[in-house]
């Protein structure tokens, strides 16, 4: 028996209610029995987070910011201008705050 493989196209049309935007899942937290690795692409506006908002990050997290843009502040720590192209990687612990400058897509994985 061969490992699953796990596969989608972008597809707004299945985008789900996250805790901020919405999410299309490509590999759901547990899925294949991994309970660390999972992957999506999230879609934020400034209209879903008309505020700043802070994120404790709670497991190991990559993002690609496929476009849009977004600023990350490492609470104490640098903060990052993430536009169309820009990829970053945060530490389980970290703390961050959020803010959503213009409409984004991101693909993320959290492992």
């Given at each position: 028996?061969?490992?699953?493989?796990?596969?989608?196209?972008?597809?707004?049309?299945?985008?789900?209610?996250?805790?901020?935007?919405?999410?299309?899942?490509?590999?759901?937290?547990?899925?294949?029995?991994?309970?660390?690795?999972s992957a999506g692409?999230?879609?934020?506006?400034?209209?879903?987070?008309?505020?700043?908002?802070d994120l404790p990050?709670?497991?190991?997290?990559?993002?690609?910011?496929?476009?849009?843009?977004?600023?990350?502040?490492?609470?104490?720590?640098?903060?990052?201008?993430?536009?169309?192209?820009?990829?970053?990687s945060f530490s389980?612990?970290?703390?961050?705050?959020?803010?959503?400058?213009?409409?984004?897509?991101?693909?993320?994985?959290?492992?």
């Amino acid at each position: 028996m061969s490992a699953p493989v796990f596969h989608a196209d972008h597809d707004p049309s299945v985008f789900e209610p996250f805790e901020v935007g919405q999410v299309q899942w490509l590999r759901r937290p547990g899925d294949g029995g991994n309970q660390a690795l999972s992957a999506g692409i999230w879609s934020v506006t400034p209209e879903d987070a008309p505020e700043t908002f802070d994120l404790p990050i709670t497991e190991d997290e990559t993002v690609y910011i496929v476009s849009g843009h977004l600023r990350i502040e490492v609470i104490g720590g640098d903060t990052f201008e993430l536009k169309a192209g820009s990829m970053a990687s945060f530490s389980k612990g970290a703390k961050t705050r959020w803010t959503v400058v213009e409409p984004t897509i991101e693909f993320f994985v959290y492992s």
